[in-house]
DNA sequence: CGAATTTGACCGGA
DNA sequence: TCCGGTCAAATTCG
């Protein structure tokens, strides 16, 4: 087969397979508002982990055929589009003449990059293990070599290097190659993390009080399931708190939408009640919208307390 | 004592 | 031959 028309084969595949992520989440969307069947949601998230999976394999078969219809002279300018201003090594303009011999390189594959940039060193919500440290060249500072550490448990491919930034080292960048393939469950702030590279990937937050005025909040996304236990801890406390005396409230609900760029925009609707009046035609509804700076890395979420009703 | 990190060696592309 | 990504033995940590 043609290179070029492999290619649009790809893309074609690409397409067709986000559409089937966006129909399995409407359908998940259609089972959660009429039955609470746990297991076909259950389901609907491995499909979509699967999903995500295929995608990724993809992507980085489309990466490498575009490559290999590059011409050596105009193998620089292709490059600095997907390698940023961020020196992250030769692995993405080296020759791909030899897919096989690539293989067995020590060299990384090309894979999918992100780089970010944060002032301070969190958990991204993957378990990481250094692997190596190397001093570059004219910077002044090392740069750090991390693998997932589910690598041989799982044959998770993903990597990440950090280096502190030579113009502010107070910030450090982090440039990410690879898809995790691991299977654990991740931190919000990972789910967070996420969001801003999913365009399709919205969630939603459920409240649901019980007779001790205690928030249990779910998640639901094609991310699967969440542990309950850290969304308690990263959201519910420090998040979806406002203001108001919990005696007077009743239920809450919120969910995260990210945009196209930038900011995600959070809603929190609460309906709440006065105990001491007992009275529920005191019932009063209210709803909010606000956007927030997405703090990818930092996930300091005291910043991100704006409720106050 | 097992897991994680450190660090010099090794390897391969440029 | 240089540079940077990875390996793996030695060391440290919990």
């Known amino acids: 087969m043609e290179i070029n028309s492999s290619v649009v084969v790809m893309r074609r595949l690409i397409e067709e397979l986000n559409c089937g992520k966006k129909f399995t989440n409407e359908l998940k969307d259609l089972i959660k508002k009429h039955n609470n069947i746990m297991l076909a949601e259950d389901l609907v998230g491995k499909i979509m982990t699967s999903f995500s999976k295929i995608l990724s394999i993809l992507s980085s078969g489309v990466e490498l055929h575009q490559f290999s219809q590059v011409s050596p002279r105009d193998k620089s300018s292709t490059s600095s589009c997907l390698t940023s201003n ?32 944060v002032s301070t060193l969190v958990d991204d ?93 779910y998640v639901h996304s094609f991310h699967s399931t969440y542990k309950q236990e850290t969304i308690k801890e990263e959201i519910s406390s420090k998040i979806f708190y406002p203001n108001v005396d919990q005696s007077q409230r009743s239920s809450r609900s919120g969910y995260f939408q990210p945009s ?50």
């Open 86 to 117: 961020y020196s992250i090594g030769s692995c993405n303009t080296s020759s791909l003449k030899d897919v096989n011999q690539e293989r067995c390189s020590k060299r990384r594959k090309i894979a999918a990059t992100t780089i970010k940039e």
């Open 125 to 217: 919500g993957h378990v990481w293990r250094k692997y190596g440290q190397k001093e570059i060249l004219n910077s002044p500072h090392p740069r750090n070599y991390y693998r997932c550490t589910y690598k041989f448990d799982q044959g998770c491919e993903a990597t990440k290097q950090v280096q502190k930034i030579q113009e502010n080292p107070s910030r450090f960048s982090i440039t990410y190659q690879g898809h995790h393939t691991c299977k654990i469950y991740p931190s919000i702030s990972q789910i967070l993390f996420e969001s801003s590279t999913n365009e399709d990937s919205s969630m939603l937050l459920s409240f649901n009080s019980n007779t001790n005025n205690y928030y249990q909040p």
């Open 260 to 309: 196209d760029d930038g900011p995600i925009r959070a809603s929190l609707s609460s309906r709440s009640f006065d105990h001491r009046a007992n009275d529920s035609s005191c019932t009063t509804n209210c709803s909010l919208e606000m956007e927030m700076e997405l703090m990818v890395g930092s996930a300091d979420f005291e910043d991100l307390m704006p409720f106050d009703f």
